[in-house]
């Protein structure tokens, strides 16, 4: 049974999931009253006599906070059923050893010198297998991590005496110190695949990315990345990721394929870059594009009007090992979104429907006050706005769905398992809600000119 659902092509399997999205749809309208069957109505009665003026007004408003979400679930509903999410294997449309130079870029501070050599190594082998010829790793840290001498090897330490004239700190001055003549050593013509220090290059990746460059049609692109390969270090964490990776195949595929601009922005890793491009938008954004960088350089980008697009394949990375980082993960960057959108660089028209996603998050302790007030105090409200709530909260469960189905391989960890992953990763919505919460609350009256880099080395337990 197994063997026969791994066979199947991944347009089968496309067209399997969606519809099993239309069927969680459909039961969750049914089920929540956004869709009424048969003669039932609603209770009807006035609620400004019930609650009052100023009770109903704040439980309208409540409740429409909740459709702050509707733009990303838009797109996210789009970009799961337009485009194949389950592409096959990438075929390459090119020969490699045309390919433009690429410059596979880590950035790390030199924390976990150990992580970065295995992985360096490890990219090196998939590249070469993949039939790279013309690329080099260059590895970007405030400290030295110890790489071996390799013609195919940079190692580029940041001297701490090195200020961007804008002032940018953190990631970003390191990104900016690698674009400064005397230090960089690329053409204008060479692509740069930025990477996290924990990320990992897959042969499908590869290709992905030899087929963009050889394209040469746009000058930003990034594809998907999971959480769930290999040893899983914390579960909890990573079933709750499963979201972000159907986020990376629903909202940043479609903005990325059909519009070709970032209109959501974009994440920090699996970015590839026009080396000429990067070094005129530049990462030298001050303080407001420090704790976000990835953030402020796209939307830098989208308004000097570059185009994007969609790398196929996929990278791999891990989860936050612990609560504590995964919850400081998310303030760093709901402060550092929150510093993009009320930067005077960025033209409002060029943020909207990012600060119309970001808002959506900031009044999440709000808008999550409708599970509890929706039964104790219920509004009547008109049938096309309960469809459209029941249609967002569908979206949004169906997310963590297709994250587990996306990332975990039903071979390597048979139904049973594959089916308690899925229900794993429904069990941690409300973990992840309150999280959330817990970030927003953080990160709206925490310090904002901060970076916090979560733990990324498993230690090795010592038995004596």
Not at 60 to 71: E, G, M, N, S, W
Not at 165 to 194: M, P
Not at 300 to 328: H, I, T
């Amino acid at each position: 049974m197994v063997g026969e659902v791994t066979m199947l092509t991944g347009r089968t399997k496309h067209i399997l999931h969606c519809i099993l999205l239309f069927t969680v749809i459909a039961v969750f309208e049914v089920f929540t009253g956004g869709v009424r069957l048969g003669n039932s109505k609603p209770e009807e009665f006035d609620p400004w006599d019930r609650y009052g003026y100023v009770g109903t007004f704040v439980l309208y408003l409540l409740r429409l906070l909740t459709f702050l979400p509707l733009p990303q679930v838009i797109f996210n509903f789009a970009g799961l059923t337009l485009y194949n999410a389950f592409p096959d294997k990438v075929t390459l449309k090119g020969s490699p050893l045309l390919a433009p130079f690429l410059c596979i870029r880590i950035v790390t501070r030199g924390d976990y010198p150990k992580l970065v050599r295995a992985n360096v190594a490890r990219n090196m082998t998939c590249c070469t297998e993949a039939g790279l010829e013309n690329f080099i790793i260059e590895v970007v840290t405030d400290k030295a991590v110890g790489l071996s001498s390799h013609r195919r090897v940079r190692e580029v330490v940041v001297p701490p005496s090195y200020r961007p004239k804008s002032g940018a700190l953190f990631k970003a001055r390191a990104l900016q110190y690698c674009l400064e003549d005397g230090v960089n050593i690329l053409a204008d013509t060479d692509w740069i695949v930025h990477l996290d220090e924990e990320t990992l290059l897959t042969e499908n990746s590869v290709r992905g990315i030899l087929n963009f460059v050889l394209d040469g049609k746009h000058q930003f692109g990034q594809g998907l990345i999971t959480y769930a390969n290999e040893d899983v270090v914390n579960w909890v964490t990573t079933l709750a990721d499963s979201f972000r990776v159907a986020d990376d195949m629903g909202k940043l595929r479609l903005q990325f394929s059909m519009f070709h601009k970032p209109l959501f922005s974009w994440k920090g890793s699996y970015v590839v870059t026009q080396v000429g491009a990067e070094r005129a938008v530049s990462f030298d954004n001050g303080l407001d594009g420090s704790v976000a960088e990835d953030c402020f350089f796209a939307m830098r980008a989208y308004k000097e009007g570059y185009s994007f697009n969609f790398v196929e394949g996929e990278m791999w990375e891990k989860s936050p090992f612990s609560l504590c980082d995964f919850v400081q993960q998310r303030k760093r960057w709901l402060q550092g979104i929150l510093l993009v959108i009320h930067s005077k660089a960025i033209p409002l028209r060029y943020k909207l429907l990012l600060g119309i996603s970001c808002y959506s998050w900031v009044t999440m302790p709000l808008s999550t006050s409708n599970v509890v007030l929706a039964a104790l105090c219920p509004i009547p409200c008109p049938p096309l706005m309960d469809f459209v709530c029941a249609f967002i909260g569908a979206i949004n469960i169906y997310m963590y769905v297709f994250g587990v189905v996306k990332s975990f391989s039903l071979y390597r960890f048979g139904m049973l398992r594959f089916l308690l992953c899925i229900c794993g990763a429904l069990c941690t919505i409300p973990f992840n809600i309150l999280i959330e919460n817990v970030a927003v609350m953080w990160g709206l009256f925490g310090h904002k000119h901060r970076f916090y880099v979560v733990n990324k080395e498993i230690k090795q337990v010592i038995s004596v």
